[in-house]
Every structure is written in C-alpha cells, then in structure tokens.
C-alpha cells in the first residue's frame, strides 16, 4: 500500500510526541492482531441499550479478554473488536486535503473526527456525524471522550461515547499488545 499510516500522515509532526507503543498500534502495514483486557460499562438508558445492541458493543463485564485485528485496506483501516465473542467493528478512512480529515464509520453513523495529540495522548473527538447519510445537528453529535495512552511499555486505551439525548452508551477501557 506504500503510504505512510493513516494517523501518521493525519498528525503529521505532533506523530512523534505520541509514546512508542500508541505510534505501533498505528503504524501497520497489511494487518496487525492486539490482544489484551478490558473492562466495559454500558449504559443504562433504554436509547443506550438499543444503540449499543445496533453497533454490537460488548455488554459490561470487567476482565473480559479483548482481540483487535486491524487491516489495511486501500480507503483506510478496518478494525474488528472482539471483546469476549461480541464482536463489532468500524471503517476508518483519510480524505486527501487540503485540509486531511478522518472518518471513522460504524455501521449507518458516519464521523468526522478530530484526532489530536495532547500530553502523549491520542484523542478522538467528534467534529461532525452523519446518520444515513444525513448530517447530525450539532446538539446531536455523539460525544467520545476518547484516548489513547501507554503505560509501562503497554498500549491502554479508555473509550467512552454518549448522546445528548441517551447518556452514556458505553466506556470501554483497557490494554492491548501487539502478536506475532
């Protein structure tokens, strides 16, 4: 695929701050299988129950043993989750600029992220969503207060997403090491 990888070439010069085990997890080439353990907590509203149930994120449970597997295809990155057999996955994909954007796609909600380094962190804020198609007005925009660190020498991660209108739908957090 020989371009350099997709958030490298969306960080540019802040992909350097980003500590060594966060740029591996990031840096594939063809494919790369993670292996790790999570805890999940779900929402509890009926609207976070349903959204959760559409997408096929993992029911709470702690210690649950997680498998990433992310392919590189030729519009992006496709990363299947596997959290204990509940399997769900997203489409990441980098539109050419000026200015580069990334989007990530789960199922019919199509994002817009902000991906930014700040204090050897990664963050994934939403910028903007689509659903079907149709854009999100901003009162509606998922929130994902999302980051990428490591600790130890290890790739953690601490996802959580909510609506305005649902409350949380799911945090899911973690750590994660390349297999061979």
Do not use: C
């Not at 740029?23 to 779900?42: F, M, T, Y």
């Not at 200015?99 to 962190?121: C, H, I, Q, S, T």
């Amino acid at each position: 695929m020989g371009k350099q990888p997709l958030f490298q070439r969306f960080l540019g010069s802040s992909w350097q701050a980003l500590p060594a085990a966060v740029r591996a997890v990031h840096s594939i080439e063809g494919q790369l299988r993670l292996e790790g353990k999570a805890r999940v907590d779900r929402g509890t509203s009926l609207l976070s129950h349903i959204i959760s149930a559409v997408i096929g994120f993992p029911k709470s449970g702690s210690d649950i043993p997680v498998t990433v597997i992310i392919t590189q295809t030729p519009k992006g990155e496709t990363w299947v989750r596997d959290f204990g057999g509940q399997t769900f996955r997203s489409h990441l994909s980098l539109k050419e600029g000026p200015p580069l954007k990334v989007f990530e796609r789960f199922g019919l909600l199509r994002a817009e992220l902000g991906l930014r380094e700040d204090n050897k962190a990664l963050l994934f804020p939403v910028k903007r969503a689509w659903l079907l198609g149709i854009a999100l007005p901003h009162w509606l925009l998922p929130r994902s207060d999302t980051r990428e660190t490591a600790q130890n020498g290890l790739f953690h991660f601490d996802v959580a997403i909510s609506l305005p209108l649902a409350g949380q739908i799911v945090r899911y957090r973690g750590w994660l090491k390349p297999q061979a």
